[in-house]
């Protein structure tokens, strides 16, 4: 039976997976758009030679979506919890997002895309554990509809996002400022996942 929106807008657990699309979001749509301009301000990469590095970029982040699936299925089937299994998962994403807080000071460019990878990498291992959440949490007549308002909210942070790094880039030329954000913003959705849900519980009075 579906369960109205308006019903869901209620439960802490819907805002802890729209909070979370709400700070990771706009770090993928960053990537997306503003990464050929950061090619292309820091290692002079124009259209016809930053196609390879993007193209590497991206399917770094093609493994990284299947990998973290991978791991935490791994951890549920060694008999983990979906609380610890996914949350644990979602940390290392985090973590090994931190390096990107560093590329701008990295001068050789396959240093940087391997660097820029990873992060893109985990921002999508990240993804994978936390789309599955609305199907962890709550019944099938809510999924469609929590993933729904999560996926608005996500837009939402992403259009912030790209205003923010236009007047960013305009007022400092740098992307110091937004790569620290991009470091922060998976321990930051983390947070607020594990505060609006400490143990995943189910939901089953909607």
């Known amino acids: 039976t579906p369960i109205s929106w308006t019903k869901l807008i209620f439960v802490r657990e819907t805002w802890a997976y729209a909070l979370g699309k709400f700070f990771i979001d706009p770090i993928w749509w960053f990537f997306l758009f503003w990464l050929p301009g950061y090619l292309y301000e820091r290692y002079h990469l124009d259209l016809k030679t930053f196609g390879i590095p993007l193209a590497i970029v991206y399917l770094i982040s093609d493994i990284g979506s299947v990998a973290g699936g991978w791991m935490s299925s791994r951890l549920l089937k060694a008999g983990w919890s979906a609380n610890s299994a996914r949350k644990l998962t979602m940390l290392i994403c985090a973590l090994c997002v ?109």
């Open 98 to 206: 931190v390096p990107i807080f560093f590329a701008q000071s990295i001068d050789n460019l396959w240093v940087a895309v391997g660097i820029i990878g990873l992060a893109t990498a985990a921002h999508q291992a990240f993804s994978a554990n936390l789309y599955t959440l609305p199907s962890d949490i709550f019944p099938r007549g809510a999924v469609g509809s929590v993933v729904g308002i999560g996926g608005m909210i996500g837009a939402v942070g992403g259009m912030g996002m790209a205003k923010f790094t236009g007047y960013i880039l305009d007022a400092t030329h740098s992307y110091a400022t937004l790569f620290a954000i991009c470091a922060s913003a998976y321990f930051i959705a983390l947070l607020a996942i594990h505060l609006l849900s400490p143990r995943l519980s189910r939901v089953e009075s909607v």
